[in-house]
């Protein structure tokens, strides 16, 4: 790669982690712990999502930001849960960068919010380079992409906290294979936590929310970005 393109990489990754690092320092000010998911398009954020705002719906504040490049769909099927939901479009972006959520949360109250999820655009490769200040990053996976798929993107499963296997209800219909999942994520990050869940029957789910309940009350996971992440 030419000296000049790496160094205009280098310098829009450096900015990007200097305004990662004040949204973390905010987060951290207000008490809202900030969760987010990164995945392919379609393995199911957004069910995920729906699903565990509709469960923590009384019990906790949440609230989410919703990247897509067009349309507010995804924020609009997440408002349904009354949570406060607001939608980021990228035009020809491909992940969501620290200063499209910095902008997105102007005018919020984030002292209001207990956990702030995330949901970056769904792509395997360039929301893991950009730290948007999270405490926690998870990276979805559904049984219908196949077993191999941290191979042949290990850089989102190496800036990843947690991986979530979605659709769960579907792996005998598809002849998922644990085993290989699992295999293939130990390859690129051995140990990696895993948990399977199930927007459409609730399957792991309260797994899922006990994850994210240990992220409050001090049990937050170590503030810093991930292995793999970019880092300044
Ligand atoms: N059977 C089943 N289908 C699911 C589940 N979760 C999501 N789906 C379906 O998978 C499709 C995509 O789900 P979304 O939640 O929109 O996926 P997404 O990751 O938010 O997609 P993008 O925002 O476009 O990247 C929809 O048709 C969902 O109904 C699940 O647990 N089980
Ligand atoms: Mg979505």
């Not at 406060?84 to 109250?109: F, K, N, S, Y």
Request: with cysteine.
């Amino acid at each position: 790669m030419p000296a000049r393109i790496v160094e205009v990489r280098e310098g829009v990754l450096k900015k990007n982690d200097l305004l990662a690092r004040g949204l973390r320092e905010r987060f951290g000010a207000a008490g809202v712990a900030v969760v987010d998911l990164v995945s392919s398009p379609g393995s199911g954020k957004t069910a995920l999502l729906e699903r565990t705002l509709s469960e923590l719906s009384g019990r906790l504040r949440a609230g989410a930001l919703v990247g897509d490049l067009a349309t507010d769909n995804d924020a609009r099927r997440l408002a349904v849960s009354g949570a406060p939901v607001r939608q980021i479009t990228t035009g020809t972006v491909c992940h969501l960068d620290a200063e499209m959520v910095a902008r997105a949360l102007e005018g919020w109250d984030l002292a209001s919010l207990d956990l702030l999820f995330v949901e970056n655009v769904g792509n395997l490769v360039c929301p893991s380079s950009y730290d948007l200040g999270e405490s926690l990053r998870a990276v979805l996976f559904s049984v219908t992409e196949g077993e191999d798929k941290p191979l042949k993107y290990p850089t989102i499963y190496n800036s990843a906290d947690l991986a979530v296997l979605t659709k769960v209800d579907l792996a005998e219909a598809v002849g998922f294979d644990r085993a290989a999942a699992r295999e293939a994520v130990d390859r690129v990050r051995p140990g990696l936590e895993i948990l399977e869940t199930s927007a459409r029957t609730g399957e792991g789910i309260d797994a899922w929310l006990d994850r994210l309940m240990g992220l409050l009350a001090g049990g937050r996971d170590e503030e810093r970005p991930a292995a793999g992440r970019a880092s300044a």
